[in-house]
């Protein structure tokens, strides 16, 4: 069974458009991540929700808006899509972020492509 | 802004040699320090991690080393196999901090 679910892995689309990713973890975790990998490889967070709850926000344009159901689930909203925003975004959970011991469980990633 | 590592740098080795991958930090709050491994096309994977009131840590066929004094990580690799092929980052964490902080990583090369 997935752990960390990413639908969908590829996504291409037009500049100005509006997309959805969503995440679904089924490890009963309580935090979960959003990441944003550039071509360099580069790992940043984007946003990080704790039981259902935003804690973290990394300064990420308001196009970006993050959406929570419930603990087990949180999607990523981008509203007109910028060349500058294709890049690999990953989902990740935690068990209870802030942890001094705090493994994080990736998803495969959704490799978002603007044109 | 980050400061877990600079660059992306590469390491080619020979397979059954060990691999050392290095990486520098500059929080000095940070007590958590994790490694991941990211093979093409999938997520980053937990390796191995290491508190701040440790120095070293060993698992299978890995070992995590901490130098506070210096704000330096190491992972050494034993035995590379070209399994072990993918980028490498260390990651930092503080207690409370809700927030992972991630260097820039290093692709490891196994040569057969």
């Known amino acids: 069974d997935t752990a960390v679910s990413q639908t969908p892995k590829y996504l291409v689309t037009q500049m100005g458009n509006d997309k959805s990713i969503k995440c679904e973890q089924n490890?009963?975790?309580?935090?979960m991540y959003w990441y944003k990998q550039d071509s360099k490889k580069f790992l940043k967070i984007m946003f990080s929700?704790?039981?259902?709850?935003?804690?973290i926000n990394e300064t990420v344009p308001n196009r970006f808006s993050p959406k929570s159901p419930d603990k087990a689930h949180l999607n990523l909203h981008i509203n007109s899509l910028e060349l500058g925003d294709s890049a690999v975004y990953f989902c990740?959970?935690?068990?209870?972020?802030?942890?001094?011991?705090?493994?994080?469980?990736f998803g495969p990633g959704t490799r978002l492509t603007v044109l | 802004g980050e400061s877990v590592g600079l660059h992306l740098p590469t390491l080619s080795v020979q397979e059954g040699d060990n691999s050392i991958i290095n990486c520098a930090y500059s929080n000095s709050a940070s007590d958590y320090f994790i490694w991941y491994k990211q093979e093409s096309g999938k997520g980053p994977q937990f390796i191995i991690d290491?508190?701040?009131?440790?120095d070293k840590r060993q698992g299978q066929r890995v070992t995590v080393l901490l130098n506070k004094t210096v704000k330096h990580l190491s992972l050494q690799i034993a035995a590379t196999q070209p399994g072990d092929s993918a980028v490498y980052f260390c990651?930092?964490?503080?207690?409370?901090?809700?927030?992972?902080?991630f260097g820039a990583g290093t692709r490891l090369f196994v040569k057969a």
């Open positions: 990740a959970s935690s068990q209870e972020g802030g942890r001094v011991t705090d493994e994080q469980f």
């Open positions: 990651a930092e964490n503080w207690t409370g901090g809700f927030k992972t902080i």
């Open positions: 290491i508190r701040s009131n440790m």
């Open positions: 929700y704790n039981n259902k709850e935003l804690i």
């Open positions: 490890l009963g975790h309580d935090t």
